[in-house]
């Protein structure tokens, strides 16, 4: 992809004198701004100025000039899938797994596995298939039936070879009302979920049955506006903040989000 920065346009907003760096360390793509020589760099100042706006530091490889709950379809499509590919060199594995551990926690309690059919989980957003290593983990996934969804090829493909069965959200008005048995979503509802998508998820979920998501705490009016449309969508809500510690994570990640939605 064509590298249209210029020094002239390209400042840092903090110091780093003792990392040399210049725009052809980055690409721009849909008005983000993506490393392409990340492993050279070292540390990186939350904030750039590039071309008349200022960018903030997302996952490391990301700058970007709005929120991540404003990007749109297609900008979060090419996050989505250079987030993929680039997955172990840009995220807090551990972080990420004990995160889905506390949202799948959180979820089965209320699901009585049965001995014949086994419950079905749909992950919403499945990425690269965290969730089944999670479930693995916690000795129940051969207790419940693991279903993924996501609008990125890519992690279909990446979590279908888990042996995950998917299938591509933009199908999800032919899956049958009242269908899952709990429904998971992490790190994807810091992103535009819209109300539409929201209704989509109460209608193929259970009656009684829980949608579990995590958010980024400090981004307080989208945590606001999420649960808004979930309260318009007929879920009752509950939340609680999760503390995180001892396991890298940064200041700005310690504290989680955590919304637990009931179909009533």
Not at 129 to 145: E, P, T
């Amino acid at each position: 992809m064509k590298n249209n920065l210029d020094d002239r346009s390209f400042s840092f907003g903090e110091s780093i004198a003792a990392v040399k760096m210049n725009p052809s360390y980055f690409f721009q793509i849909e008005d983000m701004l993506i490393l392409n020589r990340f492993s050279e760099i070292g540390k990186l100042p939350e904030y750039i100025w590039a071309n008349g706006n200022i960018y903030k530091r997302f996952l490391e490889i990301f700058y970007l000039n709005t929120l991540i709950s404003e990007l749109t379809r297609v900008q979060k499509y090419i996050l989505f899938i250079l987030r993929l590919r680039y997955l172990r060199n840009i995220t807090n594995m551990d972080y990420n797994q004990f995160i889905i551990c506390e949202l799948i926690k959180r979820l089965v309690v209320t699901i009585e596995p049965e001995k014949t059919d086994k419950p079905n989980i749909l992950d919403y957003g499945i990425g690269s298939g965290i969730s089944l290593d999670c479930m693995r983990h916690l000795k129940i996934d051969d207790q419940f039936k693991l279903v993924g969804t996501d609008i990125c090829t890519d992690a279909l493909k990446t979590s279908g070879e888990k042996g995950i069965k998917t299938f591509k959200w933009d199908l999800s008005d032919n899956i049958k009302s009242n269908c899952y048995d709990g429904i998971i979503s992490s790190f994807v509802f810091d992103f535009n979920i819209t109300l539409p998508e929201i209704k989509k998820l109460y209608r193929i979920l259970k009656p009684g049955r829980r949608l579990v998501l995590n958010m980024y705490k400090k981004d307080i009016p989208n945590v606001e506006r999420v649960k808004k449309n979930l309260i318009t969508a007929g879920f009752d809500i509950n939340c609680e903040r999760l503390i995180v510690d001892n396991i890298g994570a940064d200041v700005d990640h310690k504290y989680e989000k955590i919304i637990i939605a009931e179909k009533l």
